[in-house]
């Protein structure tokens, strides 16, 4: 599949559309008004690099760089991007290109239609990490060799010197990450903006709208500190707003080209949204947060008082608890020499570091506080040196607010003159939170209770019977999902530990190097298991589909399946090459040695107590004790696995973990990733919540610790039948942990008062 229209693509569709490409199908199918367009697809990125023969050429230039050599990583970049741009798109993909928008000017009625032409990586947008601004946009573009010239364009934006820098710096393979572009009819838009579906600061349950004129660019990049506005989104009432001093604004001009202009004086204070249209975006964010299941960061448009969703995603940056660096000191009665939003909370001080030229990066030290007019994506790694981001223009949803919430570091915007009040190497101390600059650099006290009162009014820790868990991919987000306050890893993946070598664990074994790969593996695990010790642990041993390894050195003579899911993956390919499975028992055993007893192992895809029986006995071989060293378990992922429940209970484990997601596939005979069939894809089929309540009970009834780590423990109302069927833990995705907990209190105070209620008849 090289292209695909948007009414096609769902939101599990990242890995072929990107973020930006399946969230805008997702939309789509939900009925939201999003401007219709289509995806060149991942796949088309990687037959074009194959295809053309410059993805070997590619991959030496970026085997030999040096990312903290400033100058070798530009014209390392420089150099990739000339060579994507100057080489020719096959005919059979352009030809597939061209069809495509030739179908989408037919669809909208317009000759040429403009379109916005954006890239979408496949990695971007995960819960652990923000691709922002990484990748390039082109708008205001017609003509399908114009199409072709600028999908060629986004393609090679995949090696911009900041997108090298960025993966390097967290682990991603550059062969793994590939890109799909969306090209969408461009919507001219009078006014545009971004809104949160919940303050990305705070947590609040609030609508956070910023907007401004022209097209959204100039409230995304930060050209603009727009207007900013508080909807309460429980009655619609408008809690707080501010109208700023709007001085720039994107527009097309009658050449086509979109071009940075000033905004009319009459219009440059004036407000931008109406009372009418503040509910209308109020509504719609409610809906699209119902139909994600959380909160969202959206991007919308008013065109000829029409509403457009441009975008979905979710907040990837929320808050947890208290705002670290938040501690309290004497700052208050100190003078504030510039205001401006607060956009990520917490204190920091340090040496005022002016940044007026991309090239003056190198004067930020570490513990700099980073002033500048506004930031670019080139700028990320000077801002992780900075203690603190101030800038003059942008709002809480621009560039600078999302990379400092996730970097986690204050941060003040929308000064509008920072970078002339302040002087190079003066000392300041910034409040993130209240949007406020001191002069001089203070003691941040450590956080104390001054008083009785304070103690009564911090929010009590939510305690539940039912524990909640997180699901962990990456170990860099094993300190994230931490921080949520989760009562361990329900589910801790191997495949990306193990395949982000960029070797196939077979050939370390056939190359005489399992110590390396046990070496890997250990390396991994322990960012996670140090983290929640002693919390729990469950590493699931290795389920990678044969199309995931065969891109791998070594990987050549991988079999080439029909349908992978289906077929060599799992506790069935691991018994199969019994070497693979030894080394991540090692890797565990020797962890165990280490004084770490918080780990337990799950067997994949089990569907027979043989595969069990064996598992348990290669874990002998190398020295781990089942049940003694380590808790042992299954993943209920199968319909054989679920009715046979009690057999793999005779056989012995500790617990059994529901994989809903094939379970699901596997019960209804849908593949989930098939549009054709993707629409009777239902975690809530009667047949599934069978096999589900099946598994707790004959859990509960052997003592056996049951849980659920597939998609549906993320869905509330899933989780409340869970609660009632007595399940043992939840585990959710990092974002979703809050919201499980919440859920899951409620469900056990309404099961007392049920029993309460019940019991007074």
Sequence with gaps: MYVETFENISKDDVG?????????????????????????????????????????????????????????????????????IETNIPEDISALIIEAYNALCQKVGIEDVLVAIRSSATAEDLPEASFAGQQDTFLNIYGAESVIDYVRKCWASLFEARAIFYREENNFEHSKVYIAV?????????????????????????????????????????????DTYYVDKKSNEILNFSIADKKVMFEKLPSGETKQVDVPEELRNERVLSEAELVELTEMGKRIQNHYNAPQDTEWAFYDNTLYMLQSRPITTLENGSEAGDKGSDIEDREVIVRGLGASPGMASGTVKIIKKIDELDKIKDGDIMVTTMTTPDMVPAMKRSSGIITDEGGITCHAAIISRELGIPC????????????????????????????????IAEEKVKDESAVSQAPAPIITVTEVKANVSMPEAAKKAFATGADGVGLLRTEHMMLTSGVHPKKFILDGKENELVKILMENILKVVDVFYPKPVWYRTLDAPTDEFQTLDGG???????????????????????????????????????????????????????????????????????????????????????????????I?????????????????????????VAKNYTEEHPAVLKLIERTIRKCNEAGVTSSICGQAGSKPHIVEKLVELGICSVSANTDAVSDVRHTVARSEQKLILDAARNQKK
């Design 16 to 84: 072929i559309a990107g973020g930006k490409g399946a969230n805008l199908g997702e939309l789509t199918q939900a009925g939201i008004p999003v401007p219709p367009g289509f995806v060149v697809t991942a796949e088309t990125y990687n037959k074009f690099m194959n295809d053309t023969g410059i993805f070997d050429n590619i991959m030496n230039i970026l085997s030999g760089i040096d990312i903290n050599n400033t100058k070798e990583l530009q014209n390392s970049a420089e150099k990739i991007k000339k060579i994507i």
């Design 182 to 226: 969306v090209v969408q009819e461009m919507v001219e838009s009078e006014k545009a903006g971004v809104m949160f579906t919940v303050n990305p600061s705070t947590g609040e349950d609030i609508a956070l709208i910023e907007g401004s004129w022209g097209l959204g660019e100039a409230v995304v990049s930060g050209s603009v500190t727009p």
């Design 412 to 443: 003040v915007v929308g000064t509008g003159n920072a970078t002339e009040v302040l002087k190079e190497n003066i000392k300041v101390t910034i409040d993130g939170k209240k949007g406020l600059v001191f002069e001089g650099e203070f003691h």
């Design 556 to 650: 050549e003579d991988e079999p080439y399946e029909h349908n992978p899911m289906l077929g060599w993956r799992g506790i069935r390919r691991e018994l199969d090459e019994p070497e693979i499975l030894k080394a991540e028992f090692k890797a565990i055993k020797k962890l165990h040695e280490q004084g770490y007893t918080n780990i337990g192992i799950m067997i994949p895809l089990s569907q027979s107590p043989d595969e069990l029986i064996k598992a348990k006995q290669i874990a002998e071989e190398v020295g781990l004790r089942p049940h003694k060293d380590v808790d042992f378990g299954i993943m209920v992922e199968t319909p054989a696995a679920a009715l046979i429940i009690e057999d793999f209970i005779d």
């Design 652 to 676: 012995g484990i500790d617990f059994a973990s529901l994989g809903t997601n094939d379970l699901t596939q596997y019960t209804l005979a849908v593949d989930r990733n098939n549009e054709l």
